[in-house]
């Protein structure tokens, strides 16, 4: 990580909990003089051309949040990171036990409230960037949120592989000693990486690449090949580690998806890890 962009990330951080601490004292009643001068959500602009482009604004391009859906997400991060906000949260609800960002709230004390922040197929819930503890006799609106670790530690600069998924892939590492690929096969990469530039020039979904043939260390090699023109780190998924049960299969599609939005990395699946196990 770049020391300089770290740092700038850590101020813009720091300001942005600043600004939420006044932001939930004004709703709570606090008064604030004596305190820094007082700020806005335009702490929170950044110039999209600039040099330094903090990771929550970056965050927010990949996932295409609103202003509200980004003011909401850092102050679920808050929570984990400022002390001040767990009371500075059951005091903006008035209420002793709401030590906890929700729904209602940020529809409350942010200037351009946004309903989509609540529903199923918003950004913020479909990505699972914040984590919503519904309970049965509770409503959504006043449930407690709280923003999923991998996104917390995203914002603070910390952009590794998801622990979930790092404890069941592999990286490939690319060989010491490469020789240009035959042109059969470089045609292929070729194939490969056109189809992946034009799936993203469209805005389209990645395409899933499907390589056929008895020998995997060619297609292993070919893989390696299209992530390394791509810029993609590529990792490998023993296939006895997939899944049995299809919700936890969708999950690890799920997880992996977020993950590509947040690390340029593919992904590859070989055949013969079935053969072996059958």
């Known amino acids: 990580m770049d020391a300089s962009w770290a740092g700038h990330n850590e101020q813009y951080l720091v300001t942005g909990l600043a600004w939420l601490r006044q932001v939930l004292k004004q709703q709570a009643g606090i008064e604030t003089e004596g305190e820094a001068g007082a700020l806005t959500s335009a702490v929170l602009a950044v110039d999209e051309d600039g040099e330094f482009m903090p990771a929550l604004p970056l965050l927010a391009q990949q996932f295409g949040l609103s202003a509200c859906e980004q003011q909401l997400l850092l102050l679920c991060v808050g929570l984990e990171l400022d002390t001040q906000i ?45 984590e919503v503890n519904e309970q049965p006799t509770t409503p959504l609106t006043v449930s407690a949120l709280r923003a999923d670790m991998r996104v917390v530690n995203y914002l ?25 690929l035959p042109p059969s096969q470089q045609a292929t990469v070729d194939e490969m990486v056109n189809a992946v530039t034009r799936a993203e020039r469209l805005a389209g979904p990645l395409p899933v690449m499907q390589l056929l043939g008895t020998d995997s260390t060619s297609a292993a090699q070919l893989a390696q090949a299209t992530a390394a023109q791509l810029g ?9 580690q997939l899944p049995t049960q299809v919700s936890e299969l969708t999950r690890l599609a799920w997880l992996w998806h977020r993950e590509t939005l947040l690390l340029p990395v593919a992904l590859l699946l070989l055949g013969e890890d079935m053969e072996a196990k059958g």
């Open 86 to 130: 767990a009371s500075l949260c059951a005091k903006a609800q008035d209420h002793p036990q709401r030590t906890y960002p929700t729904f209602a709230l940020a529809l409350t004390i942010f200037e351009q409230p946004d309903w989509s922040v609540v529903m199923a197929d918003g950004a913020l819930r479909y990505w699972r960037l914040i």
């Open 156 to 180: 603070k600069g910390v952009n590794q592989l998801d622990e979930r998924l790092a404890e069941l892939v592999n990286p490939v590492q690319p060989a010491r000693e490469t020789s240009p």
């Open 232 to 240: 993609l780190r590529l990792y490998r998924l023993p296939l006895e």
